[in-house]
Each structure stands twice: as C-alpha cells, then as structure tokens.
C-alpha cells in the first residue's frame, strides 16, 4: 500500500495527454496567482459535485429503509443489519480509493468512481420490490457501500492541487460539500414520498445525476503528473501511533455522524411510530446542519487549538446523550429529536476540529526530530497525507457500530435507549484519550506516544494542532 505524495517530479513520458499537468508548484505565489488557483478551483467545483453524489448513493440506503413497509417482510433488526454492511464497506473502500489517485490520475479515478456509482443504483432500481429476499437486499446495499470511498479519493486529489496555506479552507469546502450529499438525498426522498412516488422514482432522479457528474468530470478537471504514492510514507504512518489515536476519535465524531445520519429515520418509525412520510420530515435536518458546520469546526480550531475544542465537543457530545437517554425513556419525541439535531451539530463541529489536528500533530514531531522550515513542512505533510486515508477509513466504521448497536438494543429492549448508553460509555473515552494524549502534560522522562515527554514538554504544543 502506498501514500499519495506531491513532491516534485520529473515529467513523465508515459503520461499524455491533454488533461495531465506535468508542473504543477501552488506553492510558488506567481505560478499560483497567474494560473494555478484558477485551474485548482475547477478542479475542486466538480470533485465536490462528484462526492456529493458518492455520499448520496452511500447513504441510499438509510432512505431506502423508510420505503421498505410491511409488504417488504423485513423487521427492525433487518434493516440496521442492512445498513450497518453498507456503512462497513463505505469504510473499508476508502483504503484503495485513497490510493488510487496516484495511480490513476484525479481526473480519470473522478470519471471511474463517479461512474461505477450506476451499478449500485441501476441495480436497486432492479430489486425495489415486495418479495426481494433480504439477501438480495443485502447484496445490492453491499454496492452501495462504494459511494463511500469517493470521499477518499476526493480529499486525496484536492489536497494535492492547493497550496498549504488554502489547504484547511479547500479539503474543508470539499469534505462539507461530500456530507451534504446526505441531507440532499433525504430531502429529495422526502419529495418523493410526499408526491406519492415510489422508491424507484427516487433512483430514476440520481441515475442521470451520475452520468452528468461524470461526464463534467471528463470535461473539465485534470491530472497531476506529480502526484505519485509513496510506499515509505504509508508504512511510517502506520506505525505512528498518532495514527491509530486520532481515528479512534475519528471514530467519535465522524463515526457518530454517518451511524446518526444512516440510523435516525429508523429510530424515529420503531420507536416512536413515525410513518416514513413524518421521520422523512424529520432525518434531513441534523446531517445538513452537522454538514454546513463542519467547516466552522476547523475555523474554532485554528483559533483555539483543535485538541481543545475536540475535547469540549466530547462533553457536549456526552451531555446530548445523556439527554436522549432520558427522552428516549420518557418517549418526548419533541425533546428527542431536537437533541438528537443537537448532537448531529455537534459531531459535525468534531469532524472539522479532529481533522484539523492532523496536519498539526505531524508538524509538531516534525520540530520534535529538529527540523524547521520547509524541511518540517514537507515531513508534516507527507505523514498526514498518508495518515489522512487510514483514519477516514476506520472514523467511518464508528457508523457500523451505531447501527449494530441499535439492532442489538431494539433485539433485547424494543428501543435505542441501550445504545445510548453505550455511546455515552464511548464519548466518555474519547473525552479522556484526547485531554491525556494532547492536553495533559506528561511527567518527566515519560515516553508518549509523541516520543519521549522531555521532547513533548520543550518542543510539542499538541494543545494547538
């Protein structure tokens, strides 16, 4: 496996065509300002519109359930079976799509992976129907779980195209621009539902979306010739424990704002009754504003240190919880929902300030090896950018826990009170990983997962990556 790296590189012969840019230097103020942000923002207006979608077909599902009546022979654990799988594989393809910019070229893996979106959606328009066995359900869902992985490869590209200095605003716009994808397929149900139209009616909308995202794709975007994987790159990143932390609390938030976004209508029709037509009212609105403050996530911790307002985030987090555990108790849908939207608020307030630490936290060992400037620099994104695709694919496998977790509460309860303890459980060790890995400081001579805390106290401030 190998990560995606924008050192200079020769041009390559092998690499022709009209839509390659061998020289490629956003970090040159002239070259940037003469032609390099306007070819830059190009190409992230149609990757954003080409993850827009993928998120859409990846979260089909969660909107598909709401359709799915008696006639459908499927019960409640069934359907968060269903969507749970779905979730899995949305998180496991985020692996090789993350690679697959470098070797493919952005443009042409936008065309494939805009493209390759046809198969889950053609063949659910297929199999929408009352007596489709469960497994055929569950082998379509399946495909849909590739929608996920555009995410990846998306971030990977724009990442590449920017300069340090506009990363945070550029992956933010893109990353936000992806996650409304949910919302947007919920109102479009939504629409749907209240016309009277059937699930089919819903995929007939998005089957040409596909083609035209794809098609604009082909048009108008391009391919770095310098963006190539880096294998060395890769290795270290696993091997760096920073890794591994930071998609556990990837886990928490992003985790908590797929398994939410996925999870909340099916809640709302089992146990509080809500016919699809009401909790379609209803599911749109905590993933759309989770998505449109995600950026503002970023910006509060550019302020403040993202350490500090993830840390803050998780009591928040913890205290809605607390919350719904008492409303789902007292059966207030009112109180339910409005905290649920709350928390959906919240998770997405996480995504920005979790992501937003990475690049820090790798910049900061890089002036704990003793290395400055652009040498520092160039050592901090080449462990983030590898790092980058490992913890998006496991933050997003906290969305199969949540729906595994409510099957398991409504199985033994008949409610998703029992899940909601356990995610309080969860925020809770969130809340003590992030205050002891980047907030507290260490001992003396202790080693940390930064090195040793001699390094951590004089070189690191992990309060403000």
């Known amino acids: 496996m190998t990560a995606p790296s924008t050192a200079p590189a020769p041009p390559s012969p092998t690499k022709k065509g009209s839509r390659w840019i061998e020289e490629w230097d956003p970090e040159n ?98 199999v929408m129907e009352p007596g489709t066995s469960f497994n055929t359900f569950l082998l379509v869902g399946l495909l849909a779980g590739i929608g996920g992985g555009n995410f990846a490869s998306s971030m990977t590209n724009i990442n590449a195209f920017f300069p340090l200095r506009k990363k945070g605003w550029a992956l933010g716009l893109n990353a936000g621009g992806g996650n409304i994808g949910v919302p947007v397929i919920q109102l479009i149900a939504l629409g749907v539902i209240g016309a009277s139209g059937g699930p089919r009616v819903l995929l007939g909308i998005y089957i040409p979306l596909i083609l035209v995202a794809a098609t604009l794709a082909a048009l108008f975007m391009d391919n770095l010739a310098s963006v190539k994987n880096d294998t060395g790159a890769a290795i270290d990143a696993a091997k760096d424990g920073h890794t591994w932390i930071m998609s556990f609390l990837y886990v928490g938030t992003f985790g908590s704002f797929i398994g939410y976004s996925f999870a909340f209508g099916q809640v709302l029709t089992n146990q509080f009754g809500r016919t699809p037509l009401q909790a379609a009212y209803l599911t749109f609105i905590g993933p759309l504003l989770g998505s449109l403050i995600r950026p503002v996530g970023g910006w509060l911790a550019d302020r403040y240190g993202g350490a500090r307002i993830t840390l803050y985030n998780y009591v928040g987090m913890a205290a809605a919880t607390a919350v719904l555990v008492f409303a789902s108790m007292q059966k207030s849908l009112p109180l339910f929902v409005a905290v649920f939207v709350v928390l959906f608020v919240l998770t997405g307030l996480g995504n920005g300030s979790t992501y937003k630490m990475i690049p820090g936290i790798f910049q900061a060992k890089a002036v704990a090896k003793g290395l400055s400037g652009e040498e520092a620099a160039r050592y901090g994104r080449r462990l983030s950018g590898a790092s980058m695709g490992l913890i998006g694919a496991v933050g997003a496998l906290g969305g199969v826990g949540i729906n595994l977790a409510f099957r398991q509460s409504f199985l033994s309860y008949g409610s998703g009170t029992g899940a909601f303890v356990a995610f309080l459980a969860f925020y809770a060790a969130c809340f003590v990983v992030t205050w002891a890995v980047y907030l507290r400081r260490p001992a003396p001579g202790r080693v940390t997962a930064a090195g040793t805390a001699s390094q951590a106290e004089s070189q690191l401030s992990y309060a403000e990556v």
């Open 29 to 126: 103020e002239t070259f940037w300002n003469a032609k390099g942000e306007k070819i830059a923002r190009r190409n992230l207006l149609f990757s954003v519109l080409s993850e827009h979608i993928g998120f859409s077909i990846w979260t089909l599902w969660s909107v598909l359930v709401l359709f799915m009546g008696p006639e459908y022979g499927l019960t409640p654990a069934d359907k968060f079976l269903l969507t749970s799988m779905v979730t899995l594989v949305g998180a496991v393809v985020r692996v090789p799509y993350t690679f697959a910019v470098a070797v493919f070229g952005g443009r042409n893996w936008t065309i494939v992976s805009a493209g390759l979106l046809l198969i889950p959606t053609v063949a659910a328009f297929t």
